[in-house]
């Protein structure tokens, strides 16, 4: 799944206002405008996409947004192996964001069509290069947003 359609697909299953985005990427130490936001927002998701910094960005400022700010530092691109990863890094991300347990995450999942036990779940958290490391699938993310929206 490219990153615009995570992004887009992100704000939408956490009903957040654009208006609020400038400040939530700046929170995750990445500066946006309004108008780059509305860009982003109007972009064909089959043809362009945008730049690791905005989507890691959003994804770090809304953790700041949602449990206050933390002394670890930011990453304001992903480090990656594969760029598969990117939707695991998402899952975990929103995961730390919501305060979701494994139960919680299991719930949303369920919420979006998918039903998963937690040693199937569990892979996907892992750190890349585990032996037991899985990949999440756009399908997965699909049901994980589907699930978002139903279940906040």
Known sequence: MKKITIFKKAI???AI???DLPEIIKAGDVKVTIDEINTFLAMDDATEN???KYLAGFLNGYIVHRRGPSDKPQ???FDVKHRRSIGNIVLKKLKIA???TTEDMLDVFLEGN???TKGELSPYFRKEGHKHYKYCTDEMLEAFFLGLRTCL
């Open 17 to 19: 206002d654009s208006a």
């Open 75 to 77: 990453v304001a691109e």
């Open 98 to 100: 919501l305060s979701f």
């Open 50 to 52: 945008i730049d690791d």
């Open 12 to 14: 939408t299953a956490l």
């Open 114 to 116: 998918m039903e998963l």
